[in-house]
């Protein structure tokens, strides 16, 4: 049998924030379609090696590893050389405090008669979610049935389902089988926001008493993350410091002035150094329970 023919296939410049498997996908089928639209015999009959450089220019790489802590204290980070690995700290005695970011972003918080106005017009599903209790009902339960399938520890809420898994988790008895929260380009702290979501709650916003972790991933480019940190940390405030949300930089794209919304992306956030790091300690923290 004669070997198949084999295209190698290089890609362009700003690929950083590629998903490799997802473009080497679509760019070897737009390599066989146009084969296909010659007509040529080798269309369905070619291999194609798509080879991937971008991630040496993600930001992240460039920054201190984040740094994320289990329920027993043992902090977690990543290496990169020589091969992508995790890296383990044993805990320090007693546990060790809550890691938490800084106050950036209060800096900039617009007053909220200003604020509300604009993200209600931006984003009023976030608002319809949060103000009609029965779209809330129907939204809740189906993330409650999906957090219901087997061996389901971990949700992962970005944007609006940050608030969403909150307030599942809010309301969630002890027997709900995930334990690990983590919210990414989450608005849950801006003003207006959060003010909502505390009357949702009846008053009180605490960290939820039956979960272990609250991983936050921020950008500071991304400004529905502007309230992070210490100044989120005490919004939600834990029954003890080694349970209150812990924070890592997500070092995605930068916000542009034609585009001031593009570092509010989801894949930056979910192929992230941070991301991975959060994964293994949410992953192993359910793999020890």
Known sequence: MATRPRIVLVHGRAAQFDIPESTSRLWADALRLSLMRVGSKFAGDVDVDYVYFGGFWRPDAAHESPRLRDSKGRRYSVALEPSPHVVVEAAPPG?????????AGLADKLPDFILKPLLQAAIPDVFEYLE??????????????????????????????????????RTANA?????????????????????AVKAMAGGATPFPRNLSLWLNLWNDSD?????HGDAMTVLFPAATATRAIQHAQNWGRTAEPINPFVAHDPLD??????MGV????????????
């Open 95 to 103: 546990g060790g405090p809550a890691l938490v970011g800084d106050l």
């Open 132 to 169: 009609k209790p029965d779209l809330q009902k129907k939204v809740d339960k189906a993330i409650r049935d999906a957090c219901a399938k087997p061996a389901a520890t971990v949700l992962v809420g970005f944007s609006m389902g940050s608030i969403v898994g909150y307030n599942v988790l």
């Open 175 to 195: 027997a709900f089988p995930v334990k690990t929260l983590i919210t990414c380009g989450s608005p849950i702290a801006l003003g207006p926001i959060y003010n």
């Open 223 to 227: 400004a529905a993350t502007a309230i």
């Open 269 to 274: 956030y979910l192929s992230s150094l941070a």
């Open 278 to 289: 959060a994964l293994h300690v949410a992953l192993t923290e359910a793999d020890n329970a």
